[in-house]
């Protein structure tokens, strides 16, 4: 079993996930490619002491990009887990609030 600190590798601050964060109540982390819900949930709650009332996960492929002079350099990017976890109304993490 993982630790909680290894589930969550880091938030996903995007313009869609800021507005989750404002509108829906639901924040968006990049997670540990083994990472279970449950443990997704365990570890956000645990961590940040909020409730959590869903998790959804996807699996994101890996995807080629174009690099250089004449594009001919191709490299990869690598494929991540992404979790968006649905807080509890009333419920924020500090790490995606905006500035006041």
């Given at each position: 079993?993982?630790?909680?600190?290894?589930?969550l590798?880091?938030?996903?601050?995007t313009e869609?996930?800021?507005?989750q964060?404002?509108?829906?109540?639901?924040?968006?982390?990049e997670?540990?490619?083994?990472?279970?819900?449950?443990?997704i949930?365990?570890?956000v709650?645990?961590?940040?002491e909020?409730?959590?009332?869903?998790?959804?996960?996807?699996?994101?492929?890996?995807?080629?990009?174009?690099?250089g002079r004449?594009?001919?350099?191709?490299?990869?990017?690598?494929?991540?887990?992404?979790?968006?976890?649905?807080?509890?109304p009333?419920?924020?993490?500090?790490?995606?609030?905006?500035?006041?």
């Open positions: 079993m993982r630790s909680i600190y290894n589930v590798r880091r938030p996903l601050i869609k996930s800021s507005y964060s404002s509108v829906l109540n639901q924040v968006v982390f997670v540990d490619s083994q990472a279970t819900k449950f443990e949930k365990r570890a709650e645990q961590l940040f909020v409730n959590v009332e869903r998790v959804n996960v996807m699996n994101l492929p890996a995807k080629r990009a174009r690099k004449g594009r001919k350099l191709v490299t990869r990017r690598s494929s991540y887990k992404k979790a968006i976890v649905t807080l509890a009333g419920e924020t993490i500090d790490v995606f609030e905006g500035v006041q």
